[in-house]
């Protein structure tokens, strides 16, 4: 019987993708307004290449764009890029369509809810107070609680613990397939697949289930639990 559902954040509950983009596009032209001596495809190429190098929540991303163009901080300018792209991501972070009652459908029936991200504690908690998810979920694991990333078991072994439940008790919902989907069924859990959130084209997930609206939730734990 699942007990509980352990879901992933980013690009599962909210459009990961599209707020950093969005918000990288509003923080290119604020610095641009500001002064910045790149041309927007330029600087827009030199941000991703960091991402890319340190993470894509690294927090230092534009000090270290104006490091390497001109071996200096320029304050003003940086600033500028956080204000607009603060004010960017927040506008465009919402949860995808069906998310919310869904979540509050899976409460009625008794199910607990938990997140496993391998996004820092406070990027996941502001993410989730912003959207006023934070008092859905019984339990959250961020990557500050283990220092391990996904497929590692340790997040998914910390969240069975935090709810006092077996693996088999526990259904993992993600949209990655390397990290989510392995490390859950690593562990024990049976898994669903989030091909709305996929950003990779993952044609063979490896999932017990595979869906395209998180609202296929619901018919998932009645079978699961013959409801």
């Known amino acids: 019987m699942i007990k509980a559902i352990i879901f992933d954040l980013d690009n599962t509950l909210v ?5 950093k983009e969005r918000a990288i596009e509003a923080a290119i032209h604020s610095m641009l ?17 960091i991402y890319m190098k340190e993470g894509i929540e690294y927090q230092q991303v534009f000090d270290q764009l104006f490091l390497e163009e001109y071996g200096y901080v320029d304050h003003k300018m940086v600033s500028a890029g956080i204000v607009a792209y603060r004010t960017a991501r927040e506008a465009a972070l919402k949860p995808y369509p069906k998310v919310f009652p869904t979540l509050i459908e899976l409460i009625k029936l008794g199910i607990k809810l938990a997140v496993v991200s391998d996004a820092p504690s406070k990027e996941a908690w502001l993410r989730l107070s912003y959207i006023n998810f934070h008092h859905l979920f019984d339990v959250v694991i961020t990557y ?3 220092f391990e990333k996904k497929p590692s078991p340790a997040p998914f072994n ?3 613990k935090r709810l006092n439940l077996k693996p088999g008790e526990c259904l993992m ?3 990655w397939a390397e990290r989510d989907m392995v490390g859950a069924k690593a562990v024990g859990m049976k898994t669903v697949f989030a091909r709305y959130g996929d950003t990779f084209n993952t044609l063979h997930p490896g999932s017990d289930y ?3 609206c998180i609202s296929e939730l619901i018919n998932i734990i009645k079978k699961e639990n013959n409801l």
């Not at 459009?15 to 707020?19: H, I, P, T, V």
């Not at 307004?33 to 290449?49: S, V, W, Y």
């Open 210 to 212: 595979d869906i395209n």
């Open 173 to 175: 919902i993600g949209d």
């Open 15 to 19: 459009d990961f993708m599209l707020l």
């Open 144 to 146: 500050d609680d283990t």
């Open 158 to 160: 910390l969240a069975l």
């Open 33 to 49: 307004d500001a002064g910045l001596k790149l041309t927007a495809k330029e600087a827009d190429r030199k941000i991703h290449e």
